[in-house]
């Protein structure tokens, strides 16, 4: 059994940032083989991938929407993923999720969630 639980959401003004992590656990998992990604859900729309980096962290895809102010990375030691997210604005309130993928690359699909975080900005 795969568990992953986020962390670091909560309420943040405009032009602020918030540093997401995942953290995984399982009595033999290892995100060490996975891809990871993050996604998120804003009220009555679909759950969009913002973020994903692979099993070591040299290839990574980021949303148009968030390119150039949030950036995943990964610590396998810790089994642990992290978004951090910079310049946030009120269209980036979201539950935000992260997952993992069956693929050690960024393709294939995604086979564990977590519960999610809440995101919100203030205007």
């Known amino acids: 059994q795969v568990q992953l639980v986020e962390s670091g959401g909560g309420l943040v003004q405009a032009g602020g940032s918030l540093r997401l992590s995942c953290a995984a656990s399982g009595r033999t998992f290892s995100i060490s083989t996975h891809a990871m990604g993050w996604f998120r859900q804003a009220p009555g729309k679909e759950r969009d991938e913002v973020a994903a980096i692979s099993w070591n962290g040299l290839e990574t895809y980021y949303a148009h929407s968030v390119k150039g102010r949030f950036t995943i990375s990964r610590d396998n030691a810790k089994n642990t993923v992290y978004l951090q997210m910079n310049s946030l604005n009120p269209e980036d309130t979201a539950i935000y999720y992260c997952?993992?993928?069956?693929?050690?690359?960024?393709?294939?699909?995604?086979?564990?969630w977590g519960q999610g975080t809440q995101v919100t900005v203030s205007s």
């Open positions: 997952a993992v993928r069956s693929a050690s690359v960024l393709y294939g699909q995604y086979n564990y």
